[in-house]
């Protein structure tokens, strides 16, 4: 599974205030122990942390950059914060995100291309988040499409079938898991799946339960990737298990340090 | 309508381990080796780099054999007893890229020969040949922890590859390699899960995986090789895909294997069916050797001469990437 940190977020109190303050020692412990509990890139996200989104874009690449060499997803709504991300990052980075609205793909696409990295697609429209998954993939599908125009390769496109908070619509889970598969049958190469984990657990109660076991459901229903906590030791561990009971991983007795290793 | 080679997208390479120094490097050999980096499943150039050709190590025991068939003694009886005139003559003779000393004197059951003599015996073949060294003990683990932090020692500074850490007993040949400067091999059973977790436990002790060569025990040619080949085949796909405790270099124990079946040394009059004894066990030890080269081996460790030869032909072949 590829792990996409997301502590590096302006949503949260640690990080903003370090935004603010410009200072860049949080930031970079936020990097090095996330990447160092098994994150293969990191999300960079400035949220509402600042009023100047192009200065703290760039000013939180940079301080992530010094740390780590992991790829960044930039993630913005914005194609001009997007922009001064990637080319702070010097393209070693993922773009976090288009939907399949034309005006975003417009933009987003061109970027990847640009730059050469992966994006990822949320199978959002004009109208929203589809009710089920032949809506998702419906959406997906103009992703796919809308990259091959574009010269990028349907590998370096994830699919982001935008999980919701299961106390909210409790329909949703099991409508992302059937959007899971069907992704794979989208072109060959079939593009690669993301999720935005936490986002299932969003206003529930137990939150570190339902994140664990939803992310086992997906993985077991193909998800690739998943935009999460690393440092929730319990959770990574919960999928390091998962891929070796699901024989993505050889087994061995040491299973757990192997994976960190 | 011209054809499309389809061609797998691998993440990951296989280590690279070099073995022997050089005097700049604080050694005495003049020749190294290196191995691994393999980018891609055995000699499928198409698809990825194969940086380093796979190489032949030749047995050298520190103890007269006994029970070697006609066929491969021939060749060694004028040097057997004397390691060092033995190791001369596999390179000299019969072009070896490494020496595999075998201290099979050591064993409390046979000789039982001092740490002393074993690194006596290191020191001579040292002394004998340049190319780099496999130092492999008895195999009875109590003995093979005294005696080789002394033939470490002796070799100090070489990069000779030491064998063998196992699940069991690791730590104290890896404090050796470790002090030394040598490499190490990693030996499990034929099974891929423990294979790993040795690799794990030698990398604990602050091994570098450039440093580690894997090694599972295989028979020979009729004897389970198949589920040998299948899982060695799948120690290299695990590497490709991304597995970096299961990246290293790998090493095939052949021509001992190939030697003790009963088709190698049956006499003819008890089984005249399978042809002449004198080209059987030479026939056993190629397919043997050859099926481990394709199935992703690093380094074969072989011992009939014309056996070598042919291996290396077939080396020669599979990396100038021609149709043969």
């Known amino acids: 599974m590829f792990v996409i940190g997301e502590r590096i977020n302006g949503m949260f109190t640690d990080v903003k205030r370090a935004i603010q303050a410009q200072d860049p020692a949080p930031i970079q412990q936020l990097a090095r122990d996330q990447v160092a509990a098994g994150a293969n890139a990191l999300d960079i996200n400035v949220g509402p942390a600042s009023a100047d989104k192009l200065g703290a874009m760039q000013w939180l690449v940079e301080a992530a950059k010094q740390a780590v060499d992991v790829p960044l997803c930039i993630d913005s709504p914005n194609a001009e914060v997007m922009r001064v991300g990637l080319e702070a990052a010097e393209g070693h980075a993922i773009i976090n995100s288009t939907t399949g609205e034309e005006e975003r793909m417009e933009k987003a696409l061109p970027l990847a291309a640009e730059y050469g990295c992966p994006v990822i697609g949320l199978t959002i429209d004009a109208e929203g988040v589809p009710r089920d998954a032949d809506g998702r993939m419906e959406i997906a599908l103009r992703l796919v499409v809308a990259c091959m125009e574009q010269g990028i390769s349907t590998t370096d496109l994830y699919i982001d079938p935008v999980i919701l908070p299961v106390n909210a619509l409790q329909q949703v889970p099991q409508e992302i898991l059937n959007a899971l598969q069907m992704c794979k049958a989208l072109a060959n190469p079939p593009p690669q799946t993301v999720l935005g984990l936490s986002n299932v657990s969003q206003g529930a109660l137990h939150r570190d339960l339902i994140n664990r076991v939803y992310l086992i459901m997906a993985l077991a229903n193909g998800l690739d990737a998943a935009i999460m906590d690393p440092l929730d030791t319990e959770l990574m561990d919960a999928a390091i298990t998962t891929e070796v009971l699901l024989n993505r991983n050889v087994y061995c007795d040491d299973f757990l340090k192997a994976y960190r290793k | ?324």
Not at chain 2, 147 to 172: H, V, W
Not at chain 2, 218 to 243: F, Q, W
């Open chain 2, 1 to 324: 309508m011209p054809l499309t080679i389809p061609k797998e997208r691998w993440t990951a390479e296989v280590q690279t381990a070099t073995i022997g120094a050089t005097k700049d490097e604080g050694g005495t050999r003049t020749s190294t080796v290196t191995i691994g980096g393999e980018q891609t499943l055995p000699f499928l150039h198409f698809e990825g780099e194969t940086p380093n050709r796979p190489v032949i190590a030749m047995e050298v025991l520190d103890e007269i054999p006994t029970g070697w068939p006609e066929p491969l003694a021939q060749h060694y009886e004028d040097v057997w007893g004397d390691p060092a005139a033995w190791a001369r003559k596999a390179v000299d003779e019969f072009g070896a890229d490494l020496i595999c000393l075998r201290l099979l004197s050591a064993d409390p059951d046979g000789g039982d020969a001092s740490a002393d003599q074993c690194a006596e015996t290191i020191q001579s073949v040292l002394e004998a040949v340049g190319v780099p060294l496999i130092i492999w003990g008895c195999g009875n683990d109590d003995k093979d922890n005294d005696i080789m932090p002394f033939c470490s020692q002796a070799g100090a500074g070489e990069r000779c590859i030491l064998g063998a850490a196992t699940e069991d007993n690791y730590k104290t040949i890896c404090a050796s390699a470790l002090a030394d400067g040598h490499l190490i091999i990693n030996q499990s059973p034929l099974d891929i899960n423990i294979q790993k977790q040795v690799n794990i436990l030698v990398t604990d002790m602050g091994m570098d995986l450039g440093d580690i060569i894997m090694y599972q025990i295989t028979g020979s040619l009729g004897y389970g090789v198949e589920y040998a080949y299948s899982i060695l085949e799948r120690t290299r796909l695990a590497a490709l895909d991304g597995d970096r405790m299961l990246q290293m270099p790998m090493l095939s124990i052949v021509g001992s294997e190939a030697w003790r079946v009963k088709e190698a040394w049956q006499p003819e009059e008890e089984a005249p069916e399978w042809g002449p004894l004198e080209r059987r066990g030479i026939i056993w030890e190629i397919a043997t050797a050859t099926l481990f080269l394709h199935a992703a081996t690093d380094i074969l460790v072989m011992r009939h001469p014309e056996a070598v030869a042919y291996v290396r032909d077939h080396i020669d072949e599979m990396m100038s990437g021609q149709p043969i």
